[in-house]
């Protein structure tokens, strides 16, 4: 925990008056918002998009403004989590299943910072299976691509049940043990029908904070 929030503290100095700040998802960037929260509390003037109902939710309870996507074109800065980082910054990311509104958030940030603590630095992606968030219409097929595709594909559940996630979708988690080539299994992977998006951010990620089990924290 301490790890993760340092991680977190050091990202949220970033974030100036005025900014539209994207809201990640997850144990790590809930320390994000709750310092965001805390500085909101004492005077920092911020609107925020969120990547998952849960982070809305804490927002709103934190008192941190929110804004609608359509009345802005860009966010300023984005703080989020990452289930792994490799040396080059490409991401697994969607543990915590919000990987579509991540992805739709980073795509649309001037700057994306990634807080982790120190277990999440690999280098190579793959040993966390990849979330690919599917549509529930002919999953099973889906399911068959991404098997072909060369990993072990597992529908995620969560209290006896297929996991669904904030748009109405599964998620499969997909375990290839490694990705040596992140960019090209990005696009095979959406490239079939059925998959909304997967979990590997290929050159989104703008800094890399890393905090460690000492609660010290470097910046990559
Ligand atoms: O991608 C995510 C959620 O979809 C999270 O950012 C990722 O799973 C890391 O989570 P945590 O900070 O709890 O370790």
């Known amino acids: 925990m301490e790890a993760k929030k340092a991680a977190a503290e050091l990202a949220i100095t970033e974030i100036q008056d005025g ?18 929260g805390a500085r909101v509390q004492n005077g920092l003037y911020i609107q925020a998009v969120a990547t998952s109902v849960a982070s809305e939710n804490l927002a709103k309870e934190l008192g941190i403004p ?18 792994e980082v490799d040396p080059d910054w490409h991401l697994i990311k969607g543990g915590g299943g919000a990987l579509l509104r991540e992805k739709i958030v980073a795509f649309s940030s001037k700057k994306l910072i990634i807080v982790v603590d120190e277990s999440k630095v690999v280098t190579q992606l793959g040993a966390f299976p990849l979330p690919v968030e599917v549509v529930k219409f002919g999953y099973e097929l889906t399911i068959r691509k991404l098997r072909a595709l060369g990993c072990e594909p597992k529908v995620r559940v969560a209290d006896n049940q297929p996991f669904v996630t904030d748009n109405g979708n599964y998620i499969i988690d997909c375990h290839f043990g490694s990705i040596p ?13 059925g998959v909304v998006e997967n979990g590997l951010f290929i050159g989104l990620a703008s800094q890399v904070i890393v905090g460690y089990k000492d609660g010290s924290v470097r910046s990559l």
């Open 181 to 193: 080539n992140p960019a090209e299994l990005h696009q095979a992977i959406n490239g079939i029908p």
């Open 19 to 36: 900014m539209i700040v994207g809201l990640g998802t997850g144990s790590t960037a809930y320390w994000a918002i709750q310092g965001l």
């Open 66 to 83: 929110l804004i609608p996507f359509a009345d802005i074109s860009e966010i300023d800065v984005t703080i989020d989590g990452a289930d």
